[in-house]
T-cell receptor, first 116, second 115 residues
Framework: AQKVTQAQTEISVVEKEDVTLDCVYETRDTTYYLFWYKQPPSGELVFLIRRNSFDEQNEISGRYSWNFQKSTSSFNFTITASQVVDSAVYFCALSEGGTGANNLFFGTGTRLTVIP | DAGITQSPRHKVTETGTPVTLRCHQTENHRYMYWYRQDPGHGLRLIHYSYGVKDTDKGEVSDGYSVSRSKTEDFLLTLESATSSQTSVYFC??????????????FGAGTRLSVL
């Protein structure tokens, strides 16, 4: 069965610190997709990134970077030089690539608070 | 931003009453989904649709039904609302499974309180 674990329930950092949000997943599929979404205090869900299981290249987008390691079933998210606007709940999610609608299985989220 | 509109945005209702939430999209995407968000659970899939009149159950479908008579509209109905259905409900859309087009984009959510 598929599962996504975000062990960090809440994290607080001071502005400009780096922070890493952990995500560990379980799946039996060889084809799958991993996602990160951001939910700011306003409540909407914002798509950040998708990786497929065949592409372990790390990705950087501005202050955001993602480290995908199949050997440890992890897809961690790092924010460099955090800003107050980064305060949000971050969700990691898994979609299995077999037949069907590729439904998303979410972790329970990590609430990040950036203190000015 | 994906063109997804959820209505109503907020609703308070009483136990035992029927409730219908609407999701409307302007992207002509084939797949539509309903999730609920609860503390400690993240988001969980209720039902999804893979085309007009084609729907299937998700992880937490008990007590919910859905309908999709047009590509752009996906309705979620609570036939007889219970307090355990107090939650935030999100609609999502995606073009198709697999490869490049399986990103799900979410609506703004509907906050439902069942008293």
């Amino acid at each position: 069965a598929q599962k996504v674990t975000q062990a960090q329930t809440e994290i607080s950092v001071v502005e400009k610190e780096d922070v890493t949000l952990d995500c560990v997943y379980e799946t039996r599929d060889t084809t799958y997709y991993l996602f990160w979404y951001k939910q700011p205090p306003s409540g909407e869900l914002v798509f950040l990134i998708r990786r497929n299981s065949f592409d372990e290249q790390n990705e950087i987008s501005g202050r955001y970077s993602w480290n995908f390691q199949k050997s440890t079933s992890s897809f961690n998210f790092t924010i460099t030089a955090s800003q107050v606007v980064d305060s949000a709940v971050y969700f990691c999610a898994l979609s299995e690539g077999g037949t069907g609608a590729n439904n998303l299985f979410f972790g329970t989220g990590t609430r990040l608070t950036v203190i000015p | 931003d994906a063109g997804i509109t959820q209505s109503p945005r907020h609703k308070v209702t009483e136990t035992g009453t029927p409730v219908t939430l609407r999701c409307h999209q302007t992207e002509n995407h084939r797949y539509m989904y309903w999730y609920r968000q609860d503390p400690g659970h993240g988001l969980r899939l209720i039902h999804y649709s893979y085309g007009v009149k084609d729907t299937d159950k998700g992880e937490v479908s008990d007590g919910y039904s859905v309908s999709r008579s047009k590509t752009e509209d996906f309705l979620l109905t609570l036939e007889s609302a219970t307090s355990s259905q107090t939650s935030v409900y999100f609609c999502a859309i995606s073009e198709q499974p697999g490869a490049a087009k399986n990103i799900q984009y979410f609506g703004a959510g509907t906050r439902l309180s069942v008293l």
